[in-house]
């Protein structure tokens, strides 16, 4: 029975790994209302290797705490190996390798200096950088109409344009290739083990235990098929966070925002219901069903399933761009009843380690029906509703925003939904804030 649920849920690899597409659009309205980022003075920009040099020996004790609480807290992490651990050994020329390999990241990732600019954002005689050069992906399919802008080391930025530019960068290729079975040097050498989920054939199928957290799936899918749960977003979510707290504490800001940012990418992404659940419109009577025709050699029930599921979260994820680009565009992002952003006054929660796994991503796993349901009544059914269709190909997905405008559907149950999960992201990413800027001063 496990080895043939392990088919069906395997086969999920198809599904987008991305949660939220362009997470700056989300992320600018919400932060820059925050008075902690609206006062802060501009701060010189700091290359990657610099930092590191600066914080060598703190470092190690950060990292050696984070991997001492991943041990203690994630069940099925799998430890760093020996070899791999972080020593301040002074030596500048491979500094940015052994940090890179401490925190298990993909050794291609560019990790240069630059910012992503939002919809409009004039360039300001800045250089225009191809996607090629902030991203090692060979297709880059979703970073269409973004301009990236070089920074050079010792300019001065104000932290609100790096933390936004950091929340989209773990999408650009961090976690690309980090298993054994991805046929990567990385792979060979990290210890994560063959990948639990997804596809490790695809560069961005190999990074979706990394984005997404199914920690609420029903009790007889965790029990036929435990692997599901192996994510390590959670992982990536407290480690950016110690490191983010690092920087600060030892005045090294650049670092302390981008990491931030970083992190804030992976709590964002399970503030998407697509990313809690496996396939959220599919009951588990409908799984065990499925799972029972496969057996048989009658797959078309599961391949219709998966298809329905792929092209819904791809639907959603363009449909939210669309209506936020348009809000830049229209220079309306500050009015915007789209993300209603907490108001800096009011009380925020606090935030522990645990909140991800415990709170975000079970809110977001009761929504996923539901968000489910909706999206198959308001988009085209060719869209979302004809299992036919391969909708990442279909040229006609890029005018779905124009296409609901013209129908006679409304989109207002469906807007309110999502501005419901931004509102998490708003509400929880804040408290993340606060917590690492606490945490910084101590």
Known sequence: MKKYLLLILWSFCVLPTSGWELHPLMA????????????????????????????????????????????????????????????????????TLRFIHAIRINPEAKLINYLQLLPGEAISGRTILPAQAVTPAKNPKFLYNVTFVALDSGSVIDPLSVLVTATDEPDHGLDIGLYADNQTPAGAIYGFGVQPFGNPNLDYGSQAPFHMGFFHEARIVNALAPYLQESYVTYRIELYRNLS???????????????????????????????????????????????????????????????????????????ERQVLENVYYADTVKSSNYIEVKAPDMPLPEYAPNVPRQIISRISAANARKLDRMISRTFPDKFVNDSAIELGDDPELYQILAIVKQSDVTTTPLDALITDEMNTFATYGQAYLHNILDSGRK
């Open 28 to 95: 600018d309205p919400i932060f820059r209302t925050m008075p902690e980022l609206s006062r802060r003075d501009s701060i010189p920009v700091v290359t990657l290797h610099d930092f590191l040099m600066a914080v060598e020996d703190s470092l190690s004790e950060t990292l050696a705490a984070t991997e001492k609480w991943a041990q203690a807290s994630i069940e099925w992490y799998h430890p760093l190996p020996r070899d791999l651990v972080f020593q301040p050994t002074g030596n500048r020329n491979d500094i």
């Open 245 to 319: 707290s690092l920087a600060f504490r030892l005045g090294q800001d650049y670092w302390g925002w981008r990491f931030m940012g970083w992190g804030l990418h992976y709590l964002a992404d399970l503030t998407q219901p697509y990313h809690a659940r496996a396939l959220p419109g599919t009951s588990t009577l409908k799984m065990i069903t499925m799972n029972a025709l496969d057996i048989l050699g009658f797959s078309g029930m599961k391949d219709r399933a998966i298809q329905l599921v792929s092209n819904r979260h791809t639907a959603l994820e363009v449909y």
